[in-house]
């Protein structure tokens, strides 16, 4: 008896460890991208994208389309970017994509195309009734026309309001209806899986996340 029991606990323990290491980990890109820009109407180009967390089948996505990925490490993923995603001025999003069980999708990582592709500063200069005095900023094409927006935490006096900037691609930003959130701090990423952008909002005196589930628009 004792030992069926001792053979039936050392099948149990395999079960549960080759289960544990079946489980996929959640993507992480460091920054940048390699490249991180590119001039409107190139060719296919390489894009190389270097983290943690990255298995066998993961995959790039570029503005939610999965592309042909190749996996070089668990640091580090190539895929092609073809001609037809960078025929005009724009920035995109890059996400890496692990499959379940466990996986997920990473932070996001943007990808300018653009003719100045060298070093230089933008400085943004806004007009309007709003005056922002922020506690947080966070960078994404939340409509996704192709533009970077920003989402900014408000602060005024004791209390914070979550806003939307829409951007032009100019450097000018209209504001938005502030979503139903209040927070001191918050990120982006495409928590649902859906291709569109999601907000997790660090909600102001709790210890408690809000996710808003972007629509695109």
Known sequence: MRKGAILLGTVLLGFLSALSYAQAPVPFISQPLVPDATAPGGGDFTLTVNGTGFVSNSVINWNGIALATQFISDT???????????????????????????????????????????????????HGPYIFKTSAVAVGDFNQDGKVDLAVIHVYKNDTTLYILLGDGTGHFTVGPPPPATGNSVTVADFNGDGKLDLAVVNSGTNTVSILLGDGT
Do not use: E, K
């Open 76 to 126: 580090q993923l190539t895929a092609t970017v073809p001609a037809a995603d960078i025929t005009t001025a724009s920035t995109a999003w890059v996400m890496v994509a692990n499959p379940a069980p466990g996986g997920g999708t990473s932070n996001v990582a943007f990808f300018t195309v653009t003719y100045n592709t060298g070093d230089s500063v933008i400085f943004i200069r806004h």
